[in-house]
């Protein structure tokens, strides 16, 4: 077992930013690891049963924790967020859940070797994920595809997250609807 700690949280700014009711422009936020119930519990949204594009909303409302000054992060946040920014949530998505970090591949503009740096700050990633000491600057850290697969047994396409497939496995009884938040209390 290594004595390294686990980062649960990352920092973001949106390429827009969400306008709310009054005009205020909110761009940073964190986005938190998704755990199972993130991708099991919206399955027993009557939206998403009724339109499978909908697992993308709900699932970001659930595991983006700060936006702004916003006091909560729910369905109707994420609905009112630009195409730009809702691409860029599902990017950010997809690298921290299957990657463990938010590391994009670029490559020297000299030599054309690939490397990895670090999303939020630039920093060149080493081999095993710590971010080093060189720093990048310009370097296009837009999304990528990942190849990973979020998804398992009974997996099925989500029109949301095109480059990770989703679990989509029948919710048989859509018992009760909790709301749906960046911050579960759970």
């Known amino acids: 077992m290594t004595g390294g700690t686990l980062q649960t949280e990352f920092e973001f700014t949106l390429p827009q930013g969400y306008v709310d009711d009054e005009g205020t422009l909110h761009k940073e936020g964190r986005m938190r690891l998704a755990t199972a119930a993130d991708e099991i519990k919206p399955l027993q949204n009557p939206r998403v049963q009724s339109n499978s594009s909908y697992l993308t909303i709900v699932l970001l409302s659930r595991v983006v924790t700060e936006l702004g000054d916003l006091e909560t992060i729910d369905a109707s946040v994420i ?3 630009f195409v730009t920014d809702l691409e860029y949530l599902q990017a ?8 463990g970090i938010n590391a994009v591949e670029t490559a020297c503009p000299e ?3 690939p490397f990895e740096i670090n999303a939020e700050n630039g920093s060149h ?7 080093g000491g ?9 999304p990528i595809s990942t190849g990973g697969d979020l998804g398992g047994v009974g997996a099925a396409e989500s029109p949301g997250f095109e ?4 679990r989509t496995a029948s919710a048989e009884s859509p018992e009760s609807e909790e709301p749906e938040s960046g911050n579960p209390a759970e």
Do not use: F, H
């Open 163 to 166: 480059a990770a497939d989703m």
């Open 111 to 113: 030599c054309g070797e």
């Open 92 to 99: 950010l998505y997809e690298r921290i859940n299957n990657q």
């Open 79 to 81: 609905e009112e967020l």
């Open 125 to 131: 990633v080493t081999t095993d994920g710590a971010a």
């Open 134 to 142: 060189m720093e990048s600057a310009g370097v296009d850290a837009g």
